[in-house]
């Protein structure tokens, strides 16, 4: 499995603080994903990167922002935390590779538990 | 839209065989695959298939048909620590995947 840190790995915050996730990766995977993860709606992309500074939205990307400055750093954040946003996020790598026969696997982090008060 | 539909939770009895399916109705296909997700851990790979047809690894095997929009994973010679979430997930375009909201098994003694 890819190596995959997240950090913090459970957090709580009030309503109206910023917060930033961090995701570290030791594989040299090209592309990078933050999930979120609410029962009942499975895992949903909120925004990926497909190199660094390059980075596009999920399918719920509003309130959240990201940044990859580095290829192993992916951060997300949360200008202004809403007690919607209490979920545990997912990082998770790919390869992006487009050659016959990859299977481009995406392996996930170990998850950040946020509770928003 | 997307739409990645599987049952909410199955229950097996240990030794069993449990098939959970998988359907899907997707604005393209590049591949499906299955992860594992024991509770509160990270989802783990378990298989993938882009082209029609059974692929099987050891008591794990997966079936595809595009036609039908539609995939199973068989689990057999159930054991306890299979009791888990099995994800479902579509990639439409490179680089994205869709997940349905997951199967949540259970195995009895």
């Known amino acids: 499995d890819a190596g995959i840190t997240q950090s913090p790995r459970h957090k709580v915050t009030e309503t109206g603080t910023p917060v930033t996730l961090r995701c570290h990766q030791t594989?040299?995977?090209?592309?990078m994903y933050w999930y979120r993860q609410d029962p009942g709606h499975g895992l949903r992309l909120i925004h990926y990167?497909?190199?660094?500074?390059?980075?596009d939205k999920g399918e719920v990307s509003d309130g959240y922002s990201v940044s990859r400055s580095k290829t192993e750093d992916f951060l997300l954040t949360l200008e202004s935390a809403t007690s919607s946003q209490t979920s545990v996020y997912f990082c998770a790598t790919g390869t992006g590779q487009v050659l016959a026969g990859a299977t481009d696997t995406q392996y996930f982090g170990p998850g950040t538990r946020l509770t928003v008060l | 839209g997307q739409n990645i539909d599987q049952p909410t939770e199955m229950t097996a009895t240990e030794g069993a065989i449990v098939q959970i399916n998988c359907t899907y109705q997707?604005?393209?296909?590049?591949?499906l695959f299955w992860y594992q997700q024991h509770a509160g851990e990270a989802p783990t790979f378990l298989s993938y298939?882009?082209?029609?047809g059974l692929e099987e690894k050891g008591r794990f095997s997966s079936f595809l048909s595009r036609s039908k929009g539609y995939s199973y994973l068989l689990l057999k010679e159930l054991q306890m620590k299979d009791s888990a979430s099995y994800l479902c997930a579509v990639r439409p375009s490179w680089g994205k995947l869709q997940f349905g909201a997951g199967t949540q098994v259970v195995v009895t003694p």
């Open positions: 298939n882009v082209l029609d």
């Open positions: 990167s497909y190199g660094v500074k390059d980075t």
């Open positions: 594989e040299n995977h090209r592309y």
């Open positions: 997707t604005s393209g296909f590049n591949g």
